[in-house]
């Protein structure tokens, strides 16, 4: 069983930098691959962001490849994820996950999400 905790949301304007954090709670942390998505008013959860166990893969979205980077401190069992030249369609809710095997899905282990707003 896994617990995760997102904090680090806020509203920011365009152009500035943001970083998220999520805390994990539960065993073997360093397990599971990781993931960030997001949630815009109106629209489906996206993806973002992903890594293996390591951190030595990474998986960017091309919308925001470039500009966001998502790493982990497995000794810290927390996941970040740093956003750089935010722009106004990156407001959303941003959830992180724990890929529990396969696909991503309802069954892995999400957060409960941290708002980040980007005024233009």
């Known amino acids: 069983q896994l617990q995760l905790a997102e904090s680090g949301g806020a509203l920011v304007q365009a152009g500035d930098s943001l970083r998220l954090s999520c805390a994990a709670s539960?065993?073997?942390?360093?397990?599971?691959?990781m993931g960030w998505f997001r949630q815009a008013p109106g629209k489906e959860r996206e993806f973002v962001a992903a890594?293996?166990?390591?951190?030595?893969?990474?998986y960017y979205a091309d919308s925001v490849k470039g500009r966001f980077t998502i790493s982990r401190d497995n000794a810290k069992n927390t996941v970040y994820l740093q956003m750089n030249s935010l722009k106004p369609e990156d407001t959303a809710v941003y959830y992180c996950?724990?890929?529990?095997?396969?696909?991503?899905?309802?069954?892995?282990?999400w957060g409960q999400g941290t708002q980040v707003t980007v005024s233009s």
């Open positions: 890594l293996n166990w390591s951190g030595e893969k990474t």
């Open positions: 539960g065993r073997a942390f360093s397990s599971y691959p």
């Open positions: 996950a724990a890929n529990a095997g396969g696909d991503w899905s309802a069954d892995d282990y």
